[in-house]
């Protein structure tokens, strides 16, 4: 089975920190993303992953960077973490040239 | 921008009934996918129907697409306490482009013993 970790389920943190939020998988996956999700807007993608070391935009980049070193390891960086970033934060993963995208639990983050 | 709209919101239907959740969108689309998500959890991936699909079956669920009217339905037969969860779909783009999908709102389902 596929498995998608994320490295908090529950994330507490105050306004202007630095926020890493990391994500792994298990299945040599080569394309990775990370979502927000809150209520009633569904899902957005912030940032995707074609391979290692490559990276694009989704729909809502801003306020958000990522890192992608190793193939399994994408990791979402909050530089300095803001109140309207209060959200769940989902990872997924899928293998090139297929559809299904597999996700982690999730992380739930509150900037105080 | 979210792609795909769902309907309804929520729904709420007693044990052993059938449940039919519906999405529209917007642009051409290769795929459309359903997932669920159980309340504070990821989501998991249900079934897929392609562009070229009009019916697909799995289990359970029955997914119809309609590209004509950019429509797809979701139907669960009989409903369990299980089944309770947020369901989403998600539209895979035409070969060449972005290969992102793009998720609707969701449609909140819960079944009641």
């Known amino acids: 089975d596929v498995k998608v970790t994320q490295s908090s389920r529950y994330l507490v943190k105050r306004t202007g920190e630095k926020v890493f939020l990391e994500c792994v998988q298990d299945m040599d996956h080569e394309n990775m993303f990370w979502y927000r999700q809150d209520p009633g807007l569904g899902l957005r993608l912030i940032y995707f992953s074609y391979d290692v070391k490559m990276k694009e935009k989704g729909d809502i980049p801003e306020g958000y960077s990522v890192s992608r070193e190793k193939k399994e390891r994408f990791s979402l960086i909050l530089e300095s973490a803001s109140t309207n970033q209060t959200s769940m934060y989902l990872c997924?993963?899928?293998?090139?040239?297929?559809?299904?995208?597999?996700f982690g639990p999730g992380t739930r983050l509150t900037v105080l | 921008s979210q792609q795909g709209e769902e309907d309804p919101q929520a729904l709420s239907i007693q044990e052993g009934e059938n449940a039919t959740m519906n999405c529209s969108y917007k642009t051409s689309i290769n795929n459309l996918q359903w997932y669920r998500q159980n309340s504070g959890r990821g989501l998991v991936h249900l079934i897929l129907i392609r562009s070229n699909e009009r019916e697909k079956h799995s289990g359970r669920l029955r997914v119809t697409l309609d590209t004509s009217k950019k429509s797809s339905s979701l139907l669960i037969t009989a409903s369990r306490a299980a089944d309770t969860a947020s369901y989403f779909c998600a539209t895979g783009p035409p070969p060449g482009g972005a290969q992102k999908l793009v998720f609707g709102q969701g449609t909140r389902l819960t079944i009641n013993p």
């Open positions: 997924a993963s899928k293998r090139i040239g297929y559809n299904e995208q597999f």
